[in-house]
């Protein structure tokens, strides 16, 4: 009786062979993708797998949101533009480490991008990320810095900058 039986496990062992490579394999791949994964996203929360596809699942969601309200914000900051009077409008946040500044301006004024830059960086502001976008005829610009000088100062210089602007159109 043990004659058949080893046959059996003779003729068969390629297959067991083949699924346990085949599943070492998917195994590698899927720490590969968790990898690729956990490099796209803040440090996880959780250390199992479901946490960290939650943690994933919760992060885009979160980032689709925020990207939704901006969307609406930049609307709303079109249509509250949209006449030539109303442009070009300045705004000055500061976040405490730096500054924030967005300045929406008619198409023509592309000079005054780096007019700002300029100026943030003579009053001591490092300016780390600096981008523009032009939608119909306005021109969205918009500035991040790590302040090293006097937020207020930055924002009454920049006003100076965009009154001048304004009364040279």
Known sequence: MEAPSRRREKAHPPQKLERKTVEKKRRALMKSLFSKLDSLLPPPRGCGQSDR???ACSYIRETRERL???????????????GPAALPHLEVRDLGSG????????????????????????????VVNAGFAVAGGAAFHSFHSCSHGDPLRVAERLKEVVRELAGGA
Do not use: H, W, Y
């Not at 500054?99 to 490092?126: C, H, T, Y």
């Open 53 to 55: 596809l939650d943690d």
């Open 68 to 82: 939704a309200k901006m969307e609406e914000r930049r609307e709303a900051m079109v249509n509250a533009n949209a």
């Open 99 to 126: 500054v924030e500044v967005v300045l929406v301006s008619r198409r023509a004024d592309q000079p005054v991008f780096f007019e700002i830059l300029r100026v943030m960086e003579e009053e001591g502001a490092e």
